[in-house]
């Protein structure tokens, strides 16, 4: 397979040109264009409020947007629903987690791609098998495959969440905030698995508001203020503090391309 | 796992952890579920204070007789049907205020189906018209429930409006269909789906049924054993797969017994004699009755809905969908057509037991089924269906109806009049909902 990275000037896997959508007359994303090459981890940064999980959620189907095209490979594609995102690869672990809290983990890994027996019934025996191995390399301490998931910690919820989007084979995944219920051991496990994943050469949007985990794992990060993008930038390009400088005060430093959110001054 | 690192040389990793007693430990180890305990427990209470009640007050315990309990068991049929499709609607965070009219109204089709519309085209008593007529009935719930589902999913209504609307709409509809009158007497054969001494399957039939019955249980446990095996997964101890077979059986077989020995009103089996043409000896001939067709047809629609709210997809989706309706939406799953297909297959569960309810008056009248609705919502909820949604089983809602038939039936027999019976059972359901707001916060 060969690797269309960025650095060769191949097809990006995710483009996302021109998008906008609104809110009762609220612009959350204003003419947003972001791109995604295979084997890349890019950052999305910014305020509560700045469009970031809107943008994303336009990707993984859950919002319609109202202009702009989403092509994968290259191809122009339509996202109408969660299950169209799904059918291209595109995995999300939400902020929410969107677990179904009364069922167990298995059920809510395979939730909407259960396993099925000859006859068409569930083979819940087969999903409990995967969800043990995928379960097993994420979070081996996991044992309580029979309960709930409401009566899981966060960070157990977290891993079923996370295991959830592995599973499948996914080609680009979302994590909106995949750390937050974790404590600092999970945490980097879930950076090795980032790392690992980024080897098999999937795309990985991250959005985070732990700046020194974005500049750890990600290749480039994307700036959002006010539903715009104020500037694209590799980590390797600029600093910690001009990356804030993007986030507060909407000013692109000489590293970074500008985007229409950008201050002019 | 509870933490038990602090115990000293701890031999066998199944050891019953000391905070644990026999009971929780005995529960825990064959997987039976509290709730249900508690349920038979309250039941058994209901029967017994109703009998020692009758023997103290009236001189004579009539309600633990094989006559009470195999009627009541009849009784029992038409709610405990509607009530296991309302778990479905109800896990899923709705409600269906319709379906006592939507029993009359596919009643009514049912009754000017056979009586005034098929013997002209077909003729008087051909063996086709209950078939027909069953047929239709069950089509025309499924089709005006897939109505009040697509109002639901897709116009976004709350279920509580579109169905409080089909409340009246659908009593109004049933009374138009045949101006108020009441139609009698329906097609023989059709009659028989009612129960009745000629609507039962007699002693050899049930025994067989029953012994069948032992036969799936132990089939049941043994297919799970083995899977579990297959991939290496943990399994119940083997004295509780016993326990757990016996006990089945044992209830089963139980159940068998009684049927059989309630006999035959005198009467019919001198009508049946004479019929047929043998002499009814000395002492009395003993016919017993066995199963009611309508208990069968309940216990199938129980094991039908059990088996596809837990072994198939829709099932999954069904209670995904009530945990956490959004996450289910993003996990590609078509919530609304989803609804659309509860509110239908309730709606059909109505024509089925409109089969069940006018077979047995032979015939219909324009308020059958008046109040169901909330019958059918109690059993619901007694049983365990948790109106948050999420959480809800269909033996549950069952044996919630079996409850709220036994309350009725035993103050009907103990000479409670009608205003006594309805604050009892007004009470009865908000208890039973506080006790299980109690279970569940103890639970957490």
Same mark, same amino acid.
């Given at each position: 397979?060969? =690797?269309?990275t960025?650095?060769?000037?191949?097809?990006?896997?995710?483009?996302?040109t021109?998008?906008s959508?609104?809110?009762g007359?609220?612009k959350?994303?204003?003419?947003?264009?972001?791109?995604?090459?295979p084997?890349?981890?890019?950052?999305l940064?910014?305020?509560?409020?700045?469009?970031k999980?809107?943008?994303?959620?336009?990707?993984?189907?859950?919002?319609k947007?109202?202009?702009?095209?989403?092509?994968?490979?290259?191809e122009?594609?339509r !996202?109408?629903?969660?299950?169209?995102?799904?059918d291209y690869?595109?995995?999300?672990?939400?902020q929410?987690?969107a677990? %179904?809290? +009364?069922?167990?983990a298995?059920? @809510?890994?395979f939730?909407?791609?259960?396993?099925?027996?000859?006859?068409?019934?569930?083979?819940?025996?087969?999903?409990?098998?995967d969800?043990?191995?995928v =379960?097993?390399r994420l @979070?081996p301490?996991?044992?309580r495959?029979?309960e709930?998931?409401k009566?899981?910690?966060?960070?157990q919820?977290?891993?079923?969440? #996370?295991?959830?989007?592995?599973?499948? @084979?996914?080609?680009?995944?979302?994590?909106?905030?995949?750390?937050a219920?974790?404590?600092?051991?999970?945490t980097?496990?879930?950076?090795?698995?980032?790392?690992?994943?980024?080897?098999?050469?999937?795309?990985i949007?991250?959005i985070?508001?732990?700046?020194?985990?974005?500049?750890?794992?990600?290749?480039?990060?994307?700036?959002?203020?006010?539903?715009?993008?104020?500037?694209?930038?590799?980590?390797?390009? $600029?600093t910690?503090?001009?990356?804030?400088? =993007? #986030?507060?005060a909407?000013?692109?430093?000489a590293? &970074?391309?500008?985007?229409p959110?950008? $201050?002019?001054? | 796992?509870s933490d038990?690192?602090?115990?000293?040389?701890?031999?066998?990793?199944t050891?019953?952890t000391?905070?644990?007693? =026999?009971l929780?430990?005995?529960?825990?180890?064959t997987? !039976?579920?509290?709730?249900?305990?508690?349920? $038979?427990?309250?039941l058994?209470?209901?029967?017994?204070?109703?009998?020692?009640?009758?023997?103290?007050? +009236?001189?004579?315990? %009539?309600f633990l007789?094989?006559?009470?309990?195999?009627n009541?068991s009849?009784q029992?049929?038409s709610?405990?049907?509607?009530?296991?499709?309302?778990?479905?609607?109800?896990?899923?965070r709705h409600i269906?205020l319709?379906?006592?009219?939507?029993l009359?109204?596919?009643?009514?089709v049912?009754?000017?189906?056979?009586?005034?519309?098929?013997?002209?085209?077909?003729?008087?008593?051909?063996?086709?018209?209950?078939?027909?007529?069953v047929v %239709?009935?069950?089509?025309?719930?499924?089709?005006?429930?897939?109505f009040?589902?697509?109002?639901?999913?897709?116009?976004?209504?709350?279920?509580?409006?579109?169905?409080?609307g089909?409340?009246l709409f659908?009593?109004?509809?049933?009374?138009?269909l045949a101006?108020g009158?009441?139609?009698?007497?329906?097609?023989?054969?059709?009659?028989?789906?009612?129960?009745?001494?000629?609507?039962?399957?007699?002693?050899?039939?049930?025994?067989?049924?029953?012994i069948? &019955?032992?036969?799936?249980?132990?089939?049941?446990?043994?297919?799970?054993r083995?899977q579990?095996?297959?991939?290496?997964?943990?399994?119940?101890?083997?004295?509780?797969?016993?326990?757990?077979?016996?006990?089945g059986?044992?209830l089963?077989?139980?159940?068998?017994?009684? $049927? +059989?020995?309630y006999?035959?009103p005198?009467?019919?089996?001198?009508q049946?004699?004479?019929?047929?043409?043998i002499?009814?000896?000395?002492?009395?001939l003993?016919i017993?009755?066995?199963? &009611?067709?309508?208990?069968?047809?309940?216990?199938?629609?129980? !094991?039908a809905?059990?088996?596809?709210?837990?072994?198939?997809q829709?099932?999954?989706?069904?209670?995904?969908?009530?945990?956490n309706?959004?996450?289910?939406e993003l996990a590609?799953? +078509?919530?609304?057509?989803?609804?659309?297909?509860?509110?239908?297959?309730m709606? &059909?569960?109505?024509?089925?037991?409109a089969?069940?309810?006018?077979?047995r008056?032979?015939?219909?009248?324009?308020s059958?089924?008046?109040?169901?609705?909330?019958?059918?919502?109690?059993a619901a909820v007694?049983?365990?269906?948790?109106?948050?949604?999420?959480?809800g089983? !269909?033996?549950?809602?069952?044996l919630?109806?079996?409850v709220m038939?036994?309350?009725?039936?035993?103050?009907?027999?103990?000479?409670?009049?009608?205003?006594?019976?309805q604050?009892v059972v007004?009470?009865?359901?908000?208890?039973?909902?506080w006790?299980d707001?109690?279970?569940r916060?103890?639970?957490?």
């Open positions: 397979m060969t =690797m269309h960025r650095e060769a000037g191949g097809t990006p896997l995710v483009a996302l021109d998008i959508i609104s809110f007359g609220i959350a994303v204003d003419h947003a264009s972001v791109d995604l090459y084997g890349e981890v890019v950052g940064l910014g305020h509560n409020g700045a469009g999980s809107t943008l994303i959620k336009i990707l993984s189907g859950a919002y947007r109202d202009t702009g095209s989403i092509k994968i490979n290259g122009e594609v !996202i109408e629903n969660p299950r169209d995102a799904k690869g595109i995995e999300t672990i939400y929410t987690l677990l %179904a809290d +009364n069922v167990d298995a059920a @809510n890994l939730l909407g791609r259960e396993k099925l027996t000859r006859w068409g019934t569930l083979d819940d025996v087969a999903m409990e098998a969800a043990r191995r =379960m097993g @979070n301490n996991f044992r495959f029979k709930p998931v009566s899981l910690s966060g960070g919820r977290q891993s079923v969440a #996370i295991a959830r989007a592995i599973l499948f @084979n996914a080609r680009i995944l979302i994590m909106d905030e995949p750390t219920a974790l404590g600092p051991q999970e980097a496990q879930v950076g090795d698995l980032v790392k690992q994943l980024k080897g098999d050469g999937i795309g949007f991250m985070d508001h732990d700046i020194h985990q974005v500049f750890d794992l990600c290749d480039r990060v994307v700036v959002m203020k006010n539903g715009q993008v104020v500037g694209t930038a590799n980590v390797k390009d $600029v910690k503090d001009e990356v804030l400088g =993007m #986030i507060i909407g000013k692109c430093p590293g &970074a391309v500008p985007g959110g950008a $201050v002019k001054d | 796992m038990t690192s602090h115990q000293p040389a701890k031999t066998t990793t050891a019953t000391p905070q644990e007693g =026999m929780t430990s005995f529960l825990r180890k997987e !039976i579920d509290q709730r249900l305990l508690g349920m $038979v427990g309250a058994l209470l209901i029967w017994i204070g109703f009998h020692v009640y009758g023997q103290i007050a +009236n001189g004579f315990g %009539a007789t094989p006559r009470n309990l195999w009541l009849v029992t049929a709610i405990g049907i509607m009530a296991t499709g309302m778990v479905l609607v109800i896990v899923t269906d319709s379906v006592g009219s939507i009359g109204f596919s009643a009514m049912m009754a000017i189906l056979q009586v005034r519309v098929l013997p002209d085209l077909i003729g008087i008593g051909h063996p086709m018209i209950w078939v027909i007529t %239709a009935g069950i089509a025309i719930g499924a089709l005006v429930g897939a009040h589902g697509y109002l639901v999913a897709y116009l976004a209504i709350p279920a509580f409006i579109v169905t409080l089909g409340l659908w009593r109004g509809m049933s009374y138009m101006r009158e009441t139609i009698s007497p329906l097609d023989q054969t059709f009659s028989l789906l009612g129960g009745g001494p000629f609507g039962s399957v007699g002693a050899t039939v049930s025994w067989v049924l029953g069948v &019955a032992c036969l799936g249980i132990a089939a049941l446990i043994i297919a799970g083995s579990r095996k297959r991939f290496q997964f943990p399994l119940r101890p083997l004295w509780a797969e016993w326990f757990l077979g016996l006990v059986s044992a089963i077989l139980g159940f068998v017994v009684l $049927v +059989n020995s006999p035959w005198v009467g019919i089996v001198r049946y004699a004479e019929a047929t043409g002499t009814v000896p000395e002492g009395g003993f017993s009755h066995g199963f &009611a067709i309508p208990v069968l047809i309940l216990i199938v629609v129980g !094991i809905m059990t088996f596809l709210a837990t072994r198939t829709f099932g999954r989706y069904v209670f995904a969908i009530g945990g309706p959004e996450a289910a590609g799953i +078509n919530t609304r057509w989803v609804t659309v297909k509860i509110f239908a297959l709606g &059909a569960l109505c024509g089925l037991s089969v069940v309810a006018s077979a008056l032979n015939s219909a009248t324009n059958l089924g008046t109040l169901d609705e909330l019958y059918v919502i109690a007694i049983g365990g269906t948790s109106l948050a949604g999420g959480v089983t !269909i033996y549950g809602a069952i919630g109806a079996v038939q036994s309350l009725q039936t035993g103050m009907i027999l103990i000479g409670f009049d009608a205003a006594i019976q604050i007004g009470s009865v359901l908000v208890v039973a909902v006790l707001t109690l279970y916060g103890r639970a957490k």
